[in-house]
T-cell receptor
Framework: DAGVIQSPRHEVTEMGQEVTLRCKPI?????LFWYRQTMMRGLELLIY????????DSGMPEDRFSAKMPNASFSTLKIQPSEPRDSAVYFC???????????FGPGTRLTVL | GENVEQHPSTLSVQEGDSAVIKCTYS??????FPWYKQELGKRPQLIID?????GEKKDQRIAVTLNKTAKHFSLHITETQPEDSAVYFC?????????????FGTGTRLTIIP
């Protein structure tokens, strides 16, 4: 198994631009999580899906952030418009419901200038 | 919601000595407590976990203990080695079917001194 796949691995963009981060969970996993990691705030859960349905988006910082999971093998996290304070590493993780262990992807390092 | 506190934020130990990291949680309904290790520039990876029906779990040099009454759990690493240097995160979760949200602690940067 290839594990959780994220793209791009690095993204540099200018303030105001739209950014789309992509995630492919491990095949067969039915829970998907988006996290943001910064030095100041640590590892924060943004949103998670069970069986492609958003369950808890209370961690999404603002309306500028949105996430979708159109099918079991793909999810996106979109930031529009981006701001410098969005600079962070964004991790996607997946798991099996009732198994609990979350497998993290390699992350996307986002820099907003 | 759940709140997880983790101490210390940094820890340095001599190679071969033991390291202990402690976490407390607030939600008495939490029943799953994983520990993740994150090396510099890498992704967090699960190293050990414990469920609320178990008081202690051990895997080679790593052990985790859980005190449900006091709502705290700890990670113990014995015979530390340089490759143990990393940031360690504890987490807590209520694992009813359909609710798998993990709340993470703020992390402990462990440095093993050769």
């Amino acid at each position: 198994d290839a594990g959780v796949i994220q793209s791009p691995r690095h993204e540099v963009t200018e303030m105001g631009q739209e950014v789309t981060l992509r995630c492919k969970p491990i095949s067969g996993h039915n829970s998907l999580f988006w996290y943001r990691q910064t030095m100041m705030r640590g590892l924060e859960l943004l949103i998670y899906f069970n069986n492609n349905v958003p369950i808890d988006d209370s961690g999404m910082p603002e309306d500028r952030f949105s996430a979708k999971m159109p099918n079991a093998s793909f999810s996106t996290l979109k930031i529009q418009p981006s701001e410098p304070r969005d600079s962070a590493v964004y991790f996607c993780a997946s798991s099996l419901l009732a198994d609990n262990e979350q497998f993290f992807g390699p992350g996307t390092r986002l820099t907003v200038l | 919601g759940e709140n997880v506190e983790q101490h210390p934020s940094t820890l340095s130990v001599q190679e071969g000595d033991s390291a202990v990291i402690k976490c407390t949680y607030s939600d008495s309904a939490s029943n799953y407590f994983p520990w993740y290790k994150q090396e510099l520039g890498k992704r967090p990876q699960l190293i050990i976990d414990i469920r609320s029906n178990v008081g202690e779990k051990k895997d080679q040099r790593i052990a985790v203990t859980l005190n449900k009454t006091a709502k705290h759990f700890s990670l113990h690493i014995t015979e530390t080695q340089p490759e143990d240097s990393a940031v360690y995160f504890c987490a807590a979760s209520v694992t009813n079917f359909g609710n798998e949200k993990l709340t993470f602690g703020t992390g402990t940067r462990l440095t093993i001194i050769p």
